[in-house]
T-cell receptor, first 114, second 113 residues
Framework: GNSVTQMEGPVTLSEEAFLTINCTYT??????LFWYVQYPGEGLQLLLK?????DKGSNKGFEATYRKETTSFHLEKGSVQVSDSAVYFC?????????????FGSGTRLLVRP | GAGVSQSPSNKVTEKGKDVELRCDPI?????LYWYRQSLGQGLEFLIY????????KSGLPSDRFSAERTGGSVSTLTIQRTQQEDSAVYLC???????????FGQGTRLTVV
């Protein structure tokens, strides 16, 4: 079946530290991959996406590369800010699935301290 | 509207009562999804509508849950005979026909007391 596994949080970092949030997936075929972010008190927002192997999605200083060989889509940022504190969700949309439904990981809470 | 709109934003109901949650998708979006986010948990898929096709109901947790989408636009999620374990944030999202990028509403926080 299709599933997403991401590292458990919370992840606590100091401002300007390097961030990695691991995400691996299981899927039939080649899914599209996404990172969504949920800031405190707000709804989910798409952060970045990649639709095929070796694609790199990037936005707001965050990056993630679609690695087919390791079935991974790890989220990275070189220098985090306090405003990046949020819950981050990795998700996939199976290409073989006509319903296009997004399958989410359990989320990773990031707390950035000044 | 500019984004996905959900109402009410908060709902407190007594155990055993029925509730209706409403979602207005982004204008022109043909796909509409409902998800549930329980406290401290991830996002659980409930149901998906795409145009006039039969909905994918594979995520509905029990027959107390149902959803409809009228005129290919507004959707209502109905929970009958609510139970305390139904307490969660119910999220609606929409996307265009050929895009897998879903835009989410702010959610409805349901509390069953």
């Amino acid at each position: 079946g299709n599933s997403v596994t991401q590292m458990e949080g919370p992840v606590t970092l100091s401002e300007e530290a390097f961030l990695t949030i691991n995400c691996t997936y299981t899927a039939t075929g080649y899914p599209s991959l996404f990172w969504y972010v949920q800031y405190p008190g707000e709804g989910l927002q798409l952060l970045l996406k990649a639709t095929k192997a070796d694609d790199k999605g990037s936005n707001k200083g965050f990056e993630a590369t679609y690695r087919k060989e390791t079935t991974s889509f790890h989220l990275e940022k070189g220098s985090v800010q306090v405003s990046d504190s949020a819950v981050y969700f990795c998700a996939l949309s199976p290409r073989m699935d006509s319903s296009y439904k997004l399958i989410f990981g359990s989320g990773t809470r990031l707390l950035v301290r000044p | 509207g500019a984004g996905v709109s959900q109402s009410p934003s908060n709902k407190v109901t007594e155990k055993g009562k029925d509730v209706e949650l409403r979602c207005d998708p982004i204008s022109g979006h043909t796909a509409l999804y409902w998800y549930r986010q329980s406290l401290g948990q991830g996002l659980e898929f409930l149901i998906y509508f795409q145009g006039n096709s039969a909905p994918d109901k594979s995520g509905l947790p029990s027959d107390r849950f149902s959803a409809e989408r009228t005129g290919g636009s507004v959707s209502t999620l109905t929970i009958q005979r609510t139970q305390q374990e139904d307490s969660a944030v119910y999220l609606c999202a929409s996307s265009s026909r050929d895009s897998r990028e879903a835009f989410f509403g702010q959610g409805t926080r349901l509390t069953v007391v």
